[in-house]
């Protein structure tokens, strides 16, 4: 079973730091793996799609990377802002048909001014 | 475009009554699904749909009921209520055209409490 891993659960730092968030997750037969941004009350928005046929996205301060044979992807934020400050989603979706979005737990940024 | 619309946004129920949460888009997207996120727990799949007419099962669907009339919506039914029902509902919706689950945009979500 497909299960996925967000460390550290929550995290705080300064203005204009940057940041690496992580996401590890155990079968490495996936299909792609996503990064969702979650503000409070609110759904669910799409930063950065990384197929398994590639290494890492990019967009503006955000960059995504993945290592299937390792099992993890990184958010990298550059110059994080407070408007950052969010709760960070990683999901992979398998191969083979499964058709379901396994998502992690997330990982509570605060940005600090 | 409105993207993905979910009613209501709130909703409180008593145990064993039913009811239906809305879910909409007007993006012509072939995926759609149901998710119910609980504290500790991150987000669940309860039901998803490849098609008008297509749907199947996700990680937890007892308890609810779900069908696919239209390419736009996707309706998810609460046959008979329970505390354990208590979450949050996202509804969301992919294009798949890319083979199936591309970018997943997702609606606002129904906060829902049964007691």
């Known amino acids: 079973k497909q299960e996925v891993t967000q460390i550290p659960a929550a995290l705080s730092v300064p203005e204009g730091e940057n940041l690496v968030l992580n996401c590890s997750f155990t079968?490495?037969?996936?299909?792609?793996l996503q990064w969702f941004r979650q503000d409070p009350g609110k759904g669910l928005t799409s930063l950065l799609l990384i197929q398994s046929s590639q290494r890492e996205q990019t967009s503006g301060r955000l960059n995504a990377s993945l290592d299937k044979s390792s099992g993890r992807s990184t958010l990298y934020i550059a110059a994080s802002q407070p408007g950052d400050s969010a709760t960070y989603l990683c999901a992979v979706i398998a191969q083979g048909g499964s058709e379901k979005l396994v998502f992690g737990k997330g990982t509570k940024l605060t940005v600090n001014p | 475009n409105a993207g993905v619309t979910q009613t209501p946004k709130f909703q409180v129920l008593k145990t064993g009554q039913s009811m239906t949460l809305q879910c909409a888009q007007d993006?012509?997207?072939?995926?759609m699904s149901w998710y119910r996120q609980d504290p500790g727990m991150g987000l669940r799949l309860i039901h998803y749909s490849v098609g008008a007419g297509i749907t199947d099962q996700g990680e937890v669907p007892n308890g609810y009921n779900v069908s696919r009339s239209t390419t736009e919506d996707f309706p998810l039914r609460l046959l008979s209520a329970a505390p354990s029902q208590t979450s949050v509902y996202f509804c969301a919706s992919s294009d798949g055209t890319s083979g199936g689950w591309d970018t997943q945009y997702f609606g606002p979500g129904t906060r829902l409490t049964v007691l």
């Open positions: 993006m012509n997207h072939e995926y």
């Open positions: 079968d490495s037969a996936i299909y792609n």
